[in-house]
Each structure stands twice: as structure tokens, then as C-alpha cells.
């Protein structure tokens, strides 16, 4: 297993598994705590996993935590999707950075995405499952969320938006987020 630092946010790692393929189909390791120790990540800090399902065009995101935040180690465990990640960090020297991603089930590859980071991901292909490995309890009282359609965000979603929650359709700008966060 690889680990590349992500230059667009700083802390964030692409963990890139090695697939061994033959006529049965395919093995990888999805997770190595030694890996992911190596680049100063606690590998015992998660303490839940999720997976969602979505069908091709839905939109998840863009999510992110108040408080002291929530870093997530997120892989497409079937399917494809396209992911974002955006630094919301203010101290961060990548704060505001963006980056985008394909994750798929034929890489396996994980994206740690350290606390205080926004991320969202639109759904590729007809079914698309994608893991979650979290380093806090959920809480909703934390939740928060940024339009995926924000003009000054600009995200280049690959296809048309076919299906997002309530929460993520009425969510409010960056600039609303930011300056609730300032005040």
C-alpha cells in the first residue's frame, strides 16, 4: 500500500492499495495501520465505520463538523464516485484549497481527510457504495453543511445532479458557513 500526500489540502493522504488479480477476480488491503501510522495518522482514533449507497448522480456533501472537527478515511468500496475535499481550516496554508478525486471499487483507494475539512461526492455509476472509517461519534448537533453549488466553490460535478437530501439542497454559501464560524 502507497501513501501520497494530497498538495491541494494540507494532512490529507491517498492511500492506493496494490490489487492481486487472477481469474477469480481480485484481493487487496484496504486498511494497514502501519501505513497509515507512517504518515502521523492514528490508526486507533477510528472508532466508527459507515457506508452508504447511491445511485448514479446523486450528490452527498459537501459535509464537514464544528467542534474539533471529524476525520474521515472514505474509500469506494463498489462503483465509482467523484470526490471532493475542501480546506476549511483557517491556521491551514492549504485553507480554502480544493481537490477532487475518482475513487472506484476496482482501486480500493482511501482518502483521509483530516478534521475541519469539507467533503462531499456524486455517485458515478449505477450503484455506488462508498465506506466510511470516522474518528469520532457521530453527533448531529455538529453537522454541518455547505452548498454543493456554491458559486465561489465552483465545483465541476461530472454529471447533472440527479437526486441530494433536503439538508443538502437547502444548505447555505461557503461565505454564510464562514462567517457564522467568525462570529
Do not use: N
Amino acid at each position: 500500500m502507497k501513501a501520497t500526500e494530497v498538495p491541494a489540502i494540507a494532512g490529507a493522504y491517498l492511500f492506493e492499495p496494490t490489487p492481486y488479480a487472477d481469474e477469480r477476480g481480485f484481493f487487496c488491503r484496504t486498511f494497514d495501520a502501519d501505513v497509515v501510522r507512517s504518515v502521523g495518522i492514528d490508526p486507533d482514533a477510528f472508532v466508527q465505520d459507515s457506508v452508504s449507497r447511491s445511485v448514479r448522480g446523486v450528490l452527498r456533501g459537501l459535509h464537514l463538523r464544528s467542534g474539533a472537527g471529524e476525520a474521515k478515511l472514505v474509500r469506494c468500496s463498489y462503483g465509482r464516485i467523484f470526490d471532493v475535499v475542501v480546506d476549511l481550516r483557517p491556521d491551514s496554508p492549504t485553507y480554502l484549497g480544493r481537490a477532487s478525486f475518482e475513487l472506484s471499487g476496482e482501486t480500493q483507494a482511501s482518502l483521509y481527510i483530516p478534521a475541519g475539512c469539507a467533503h462531499g461526492f456524486q455517485a458515478l455509476t449505477d450503484t455506488a457504495d462508498t465506506s466510511y472509517r470516522i474518528d469520532r461519534p457521530h453527533d448531529p448537533a455538529e453537522d454541518v453543511t455547505i452548498a454543493f453549488d456554491d458559486p465561489d466553490l465552483a465545483i465541476d460535478w461530472p454529471l447533472p445532479v440527479t437526486s441530494v437530501s433536503r439538508r443538502d439542497r437547502e444548505a447555505p454559501s461557503l461565505a454564510e458557513v464562514l462567517k457564522r464560524r467568525e462570529g
